[in-house]
């Protein structure tokens, strides 16, 4: 079946690090590929997403790129803020099929 | 800004208890998702509809819990008895379209069965 994997967590940085989490997917067919947001108390929220190969989602200075070479989908961001201190969840979406199946999440903690 | 909307935010409740948690999803959309997040578990699917008909309900209990969609409207998560261990936060989420794979999740039901 489908899965998504996760860089385990926490993962600590300090304001203006480069970050990286890194996800890997194993699927049947062509997926689309997500990252969801989760801030304390608050529910997921989508991030970004890609949907074919090579496709590069991004959203406010964070990227990620399908790569169906290597089954991957790392998300990063050039300069981290205080502010996206959250849980990242990676996730992926079978071709017409409305479920996802999500990884365990990754906390990113960022000191000032 | 639409949103999903999720009553009540907090509850607590002795076991045995009956618990009903709503959620209004975003209008227009046709998927309707209920998740249950713990620390040990992690988000776990417990049911979902389409149009408002139940297509996948595998991931819950059956015994004890329920999921309805009485209207477009209206989703509904029913735990009946409750017991501790569904102490949880449960997230409902909504869906524009099938295959989209995007899904707006409401802001959760911090369930405590004591």
């Known amino acids: 079946g489908d899965s998504v994997t996760q860089m385990e967590g926490p993962v600590t940085l300090s304001e203006e690090a480069f970050l990286t989490i890194n996800c890997t997917y194993t699927?049947?067919?062509?997926?689309?590929l997500f990252w969801y947001v989760q801030y304390p108390g608050e529910g997921l929220q989508l991030l970004l997403k890609?949907?074919?190969?090579?496709d590069k989602g991004s959203n406010k200075g964070f990227e990620a790129t399908y790569r169906k070479e290597t089954t991957s989908f790392h998300l990063e961001k050039g300069s981290v803020q205080v502010s996206d201190s959250a849980v990242y969840f990676c996730?992926?979406?079978?071709?017409?099929?409305?479920?996802?199946?999500f990884g365990t999440g990754t906390r990113l903690a960022v000191r000032p | 800004d639409a949103r999903v909307t999720q009553t009540p935010r907090d509850k607590v409740t002795e076991m045995g208890q009956e618990v009903t948690m709503r959620c209004q999803p975003i209008?227009?959309?046709?998927?309707v998702f209920w998740y249950r997040q713990t620390m040990k578990q992690g988000l776990e699917l417990l049911a979902y509809?389409?149009?408002?008909?139940?297509?996948?309900d595998s991931g819950m209990p059956k015994d004890r819990f329920s999921a309805e969609m009485p209207d477009a409207t209206l989703a509904t998560l029913k735990i009946q008895p409750s017991e501790p261990r569904d102490s949880a936060v449960y997230f409902c989420?909504?869906?524009?379209?099938?295959?989209?794979?995007?899904?707006?999740f409401g802001p959760g039901t911090r369930l405590t069965v004591t």
């Open positions: 989420a909504s869906g524009p379209s099938r295959g989209s794979g995007e899904q707006y």
């Open positions: 699927a049947t067919g062509y997926p689309s």
């Open positions: 890609a949907t074919k190969a090579d």
């Open positions: 996730a992926l979406s079978e071709s017409s099929g409305d479920k996802l199946t």
């Open positions: 209008l227009g959309h046709n998927t």
């Open positions: 509809f389409r149009n408002r008909a139940p297509l996948d």
